[in-house]
């Protein structure tokens, strides 16, 4: 009885010591924080993405304004609005941005007027909101972050024809 109870021991002291396993259960624990890093990392760096595709088509947009007629017809105005949305002029391509297709897209286009020592100038303004599309959509609702919206603004001095 007792050369049993020392041989169990010895087995027991023996898988204790026995380290061979402690990776495999690291990477066990660790892998569902690992992915969950790894998916918001994805997913910042698609609203980065996605943010500078809309900064960049705003200035596009508000370039074609500085360089419009004054005051801006609709069509002008509509051309804007299809440059920045799609990036052409007939609003035929695709979405730079996802979320334009979202309902709740806006776009403004606006004209200040600005005075420096008696003189007038003119600053065309393209802003424009519009909710982020998210590539793991399930993820950041469980966050409470299903509904981000971009907002982006550019200025531009008209210039005239």
């Known amino acids: 009885m007792f050369n049993l109870l020392n041989r169990s021991r010895s087995r027991a002291r023996a898988a204790l010591g026995c380290r ?3 990776a495999a259960v690291e990477f066990a624990l660790f892998t569902p924080l690992l992915f969950l890093v790894m998916v918001g990392l994805f997913e910042f760096g698609y609203y980065l993405n996605q943010s500078i595709d809309l900064d960049k088509s705003l200035r596009v947009g508000v370039m074609l304004a500085a360089r419009s007629e004054l005051p801006l017809s609709a069509d002008v105005e509509t051309t804007i609005g299809n440059l920045v949305k799609t990036g052409t002029t007939d609003g035929t391509g695709d979405f730079i941005v996802p979320g334009w297709s979202n309902g709740s897209a806006s776009l403004t286009v606006s004209t200040t007027t600005y005075s420096a ?3 007038d100038y003119e600053v065309m303004r393209v802003e424009a909101s519009v909710p982020y599309e998210p590539m793991f959509a399930t993820f950041l609702e469980g966050y409470g972050l299903a509904t ?9 001095a008209y210039v005239g024809n």
């Open 117 to 119: 020592d008696g003189t």
């Open 20 to 22: 061979r396993a402690v």
């Open 148 to 156: 981000l919206n971009m907002n982006a603004a550019h200025e531009q």
